[in-house]
């Protein structure tokens, strides 16, 4: 029976906060450690060992996943991870293939592409034995990763509802090569950075686009085909979206599928932009709304790298007269420590909000009343683990803040149900994330705004301090001119 090697390592960072990633930031896995806690959850490894099993036998070494994303990896703690991870590699080089899950989005305080220095090092050590990796569609596609890898598979669905069959299709594909497939592709590299609604899979343009991925990959001699829409904060040069087409030796068929990728992308760039509302305009439409309204706080989003403590909308409802119930996330351990001090049922007055992203939030005053407290600890929809640290929920009038120690994903419900808050008990929801809360709360809400803060995940991408994206780039710039061989 073949020997396939399985490892992971994932973070996606925004360049734009402040706040660095460290190694206690991350999950670590050992050997059959991936096993014993991956199996049975919604994950891209989930999916590789039920497609592996009975087929191969599973090698695992080493999954390193950040807790939440976050801003760029600290030097000594990326330089051990990544050490780490080629060191559990090493002792297992006798494997016939390999299988590495990234996020893709991941950048260093000083490295521009960690993903592309671990896929060279494990190509270095397995030599020219097939590597697959599987990554998220907001991720940063290098020469030196796509050069180390023989069949890249990416998300199909925004919101990401797609991880494990993502896992499904990698894994398959690593089968087809160690069975004598032989992968031709072709990359087109766009000068785009693309946010908003339009890029919902399931209703969006970029849905488009997708089925036409979907339907290559389900054609005979289809290996993977993706659009990377890339992740507009993670600056660095090669910070773009991309076409990325694979077939089973058919490099014309490879060429030509990704040519109508990057046609489609560029003529419809126009319609890619987010629309946003300001806070007064998005709090006037909760206060018109029968039922649940649900913000989209895009630029403070946990799940895109942002810190978390961005308060804007916060203040805003402090200062309005709005009068329904309003629960919003917030990140603040000193306020969470103090409310641990205080204990349940006590009042006191905290600043709330402001604590790491000084720039661009101050802190707020407010009369706060404990209501309950918890260790942080919870599983995600998808039976992955998250860590909050100390979470206290706190009263400030109509409004019920989620305080936590530590950033977690805003995207489902569980992160406010598993600390006694039932979202469907409130008029106004705050989502720290730009789009996939939808797959969570569209079926209970009456109205979803996305709302214009500040933040270093704005979907406002011209509000951003870009230094490495490379230029020009839409819609950065005017008259950015169009990619090699697609016509204006």
Not at 461 to 488: M, W
Request: hydrophobic share 40%; with cysteine.
């Amino acid at each position: 029976m073949k020997r396939v090697l399985l490892a992971g390592f994932k973070q996606e960072t925004s360049s734009f906060n402040p706040t660095p990633t460290h190694y206690q930031d991350f999950i670590i896995q050992r050997g059959d450690e991936l096993i014993r806690d991956l199996t049975g959850t919604d994950t891209e490894f989930a999916a590789a060992l039920d497609i592996f099993a009975n087929q191969v036998e599973v090698v695992p070494t080493y999954a390193a996943c950040s807790i939440s994303s976050g801003g760029p990896v600290a030097t000594p703690d990326l330089d051990r991870l990544i050490d780490e991870l080629v060191d559990a590699v090493r002792p297992h080089t006798d494997v016939d293939g390999a299988y590495i899950v990234f996020h893709g989005a991941m950048a260093g305080a000083d490295e521009v592409d960690p993903e592309g220095r671990v896929l060279a090092q494990v190509r270095q050590l397995l030599g020219d034995k097939p590597i697959v990796i599987s990554r998220d569609m907001h991720g940063i596609l290098t020469d030196r990763l796509e050069e180390n890898a023989d069949v890249i598979n990416v998300f199909h669905t925004y919101p990401h509802i797609d991880q494990y069959n993502t896992g499904e299709r990698a894994a398959t594909n690593l089968l087809r090569l160690l069975d004598g497939a032989k992968p031709t592709k072709t990359r087109i590299k766009l000068p785009m950075l693309v946010r908003g609604d339009e890029l919902i899979t399931a209703t969006g343009i970029f849905g488009e686009a997708i089925r036409s991925c979907q339907a290559l990959e389900a054609s005979p001699g289809g290996l993977a085909a993706s659009v990377l829409i890339g992740n507009p904060f993670t600056d660095v040069p090669d910070l773009r979206s991309n076409a990325l087409v694979y077939t089973d030796n058919a490099p014309q068929r490879a060429q030509q599928e990704a040519e109508d990728l990057a046609h489609f992308m560029w003529h419809n760039r126009q319609h890619l932009i987010a629309p946003l509302k300001s806070i007064e305009a998005a709090i006037a439409i909760a206060a018109a709304t029968d039922g649940l309204t649900v913000f989209s706080d895009a630029a403070d989003a946990t799940s895109s790298g942002a810190p978390g403590d961005g308060n804007t909308i916060l203040k805003g409802f402090l200062t309005s007269d709005y009068p329904g119930k309003v629960l919003l996330p917030l990140v603040d351990a000193p306020a969470a420590a103090r409310a641990f001090t205080a204990g349940v049922g006590t009042t006191f007055t905290t600043p709330l909000g402001g604590t790491l992203d000084t720039e661009r939030h101050t802190p707020v005053e407010a009369k706060v009343y404990v209501k309950a407290l918890f260790d942080g600890d919870f599983l995600y929809e998808d039976a992955t683990q998250a860590r909050a640290g100390q979470t206290a929920v706190l009263v400030v009038g109509n409004l019920t803040v989620l305080t936590t120690q530590r950033p977690v994903n805003i995207m489902g419900r569980r992160v406010f149900e598993c600390h006694g808050l039932n979202p469907q008990h409130f008029d106004v929801v705050v989502c720290k994330s730009p789009n996939g809360f939808r797959t969570h709360y569209e079926a209970i809400a009456a109205a979803i705004v996305p709302v214009d803060a500040p933040g270093s995940t704005s979907a406002n991408i011209k509000s951003l301090p870009y230094q490495h994206c490379a230029r020009p780039t839409f819609p950065l710039d005017d008259n950015v001119p169009p990619p090699i061989g697609v016509n204006e």
